[in-house]
């Protein structure tokens, strides 16, 4: 007998929530294979099973808090039943079901069961927890499935479009969700207007959490400018086909910023650091955080270095940090510790924001949307230039204006001469 526990969850993390049971009471397990998703604060983990065996309890129901050390099931020696009980909290009325079980089993055939994945560990694929699901649902052998994604993992879209090819037809069970509980209100439904009443992940819950207390704690301030990207753009321009073939990557926006930023930092070292009760801690290290948009909720994976980094590597850093995070496989390493975030609300056509701080950091730049606008060149001429506004929001407690205006202006002056960026970037 083998007791499933929590794994340990990394620093600072000491609970999760049971997202999804991958098996249920019955069923034979291998060593390696998929037992749970977990969902923390900052990532989902899968949990896997350590022995082989048989499912002999369930102990924790989806959607429960469990803490690290906690035991969640147990998996036993014995055959698996032929047709498994549904997971029960208590030892007792699990005890009862297996009793059953042997008289139960002759009187029909075993019910056919999806087809298997490969064990994680056979080096044949390598797929997120939602694919490894579409797949079992849809008794789809993930070794025939082709990844779109650029670091080979196979996503859910991949497993989607597989779909359509013939297999067999998953348990109704399976696919038909479960319908919306009623509105809880003191006032009737009314069938005209419905509403669907959905719980928040345990991410988007923290990321609330935690945006509120920034705002609470911090004396935040907001200060613009705008920055011409002409020169940016022609550099993209004449050097993108050349940087694509040399490095493997596209030459984006993010690492003309990433390298503005960290001269700027060096000019004004306190937008580097954090407040840690009376004191400051300034930090002589440049890690950058990045904010993407994923599924699951916002999250802002780290790009470690960044001032020893170059062009291509930045870009490589971001795209392998961004795919992990829209595939939901970050680890927790990938989060922590950064010195200094970045967010681009202009791949979504933001034209001007005010971004809220990555506590306990005391500086973020918010990007937006290059848009022609008219400039005045001298006192005769105006051009329609590509300008973008970009913001820094900052902690007044430790950051003054003429501190914040300052980093700013070195930020503006480094994008609109890209070739300081060598220098002081």
Same mark, same amino acid.
Not at 218 to 226: C, D, G, R
Not at 235 to 256: N, Q, T
Not at 363 to 387: F, T
């Given at each position: ?35 749970? &998703? ?58 009862? &079901? ?122 935040? !301030? ?98 392998? !940090? ?49 848009? !022609? ?48 960026? !060598?220098?002081?970037?």
């Amino acid at each position: 007998m083998a007791e499933i526990k929590v794994p340990d969850l990394g620093e600072s993390i000491s609970e999760g929530t049971l997202h999804k049971w991958l098996v249920k009471v019955g069923d034979t397990v291998g060593q390696g294979d998929l037992l749970a &998703e977990l969902e923390t604060d900052k990532v989902n983990l899968e949990i896997s099973a350590e022995e082989n065996g048989v499912i002999e309890s369930i102990l924790r129901g989806e959607g429960e808090n469990v803490a690290v050390g906690e035991v969640i099931a147990v998996i036993g020696s014995g055959a698996g039943a032929s047709a498994p009980a549904a997971p029960a909290a208590a030892a007792e009325a699990t005890a009862a &079901e297996k009793e059953s079980a042997p008289t139960a089993a002759p009187a029909a055939p075993p019910a056919p069961a999806p087809v298997p994945a490969p064990a994680a560990d056979s080096g044949a694929y390598y797929a997120s927890p939602a694919a490894r699901k579409l797949a079992r649902e849809k008794g789809i052998d993930l070794n025939g499935v082709s990844a779109r994604d650029p670091i080979g993992r196979i996503q859910h879209d991949d497993v989607h479009a597989n779909a359509a090819r013939p297999a067999a037809a998953p348990a109704a069970a399976s696919t038909t969700p479960a319908k919306p509980a009623a509105p809880a209100s003191g006032a009737a439904a009314d069938p005209a207007k419905p509403i669907e009443r959905q719980r928040m992940s345990r991410r988007r819950q923290t990321i609330a959490t935690r945006l509120v207390e920034a705002q609470q704690t911090a004396a935040m !301030l907001t200060t613009f400018n705008e920055v011409d990207m002409t020169a940016i753009l022609d550099i993209r321009k004449r050097r993108k086909d050349a940087f694509k073939e040399k490095h493997d990557v596209g030459l984006g926006f993010m690492s003309f910023f990433t390298k503005a930023v960290v001269g700027a930092l060096k000019a004004y070292p306190l937008l580097n650091a954090e407040i840690d009760g009376q004191d400051i801690l300034v930090k002589k290290f440049y890690d950058i955080g990045i904010a993407v948009a994923a599924k699951e909720g916002l999250v802002v994976p780290v790009v470690r270095d960044a001032d020893r980094l170059g062009f291509a590597e930045i870009e490589r850093s971001i795209g392998e !940090l961004a795919s992990k995070a829209r595939s939901n496989s970050l680890a927790l390493s990938d989060l922590q510790g950064g010195s200094f975030t970045i967010t681009n609300g202009g791949v979504f056509g933001s034209l001007l924001s005010t971004p809220i701080l990555n506590a306990p950091q005391v500086g973020i730049l918010g990007m937006h949307k290059i848009q !022609l606008r008219p400039v005045a060149i001298d006192e005769e001429r105006s051009e329609n230039r590509p300008m973008m506004y970009i913001a820094l929001s900052y902690d007044h407690r430790i950051v003054d204006g003429a501190e914040a205006v300052g980093f700013l202006v070195k930020v503006k002056e480094m994008l609109e001469d890209p070739e300081t960026l !060598l220098l002081e970037g």
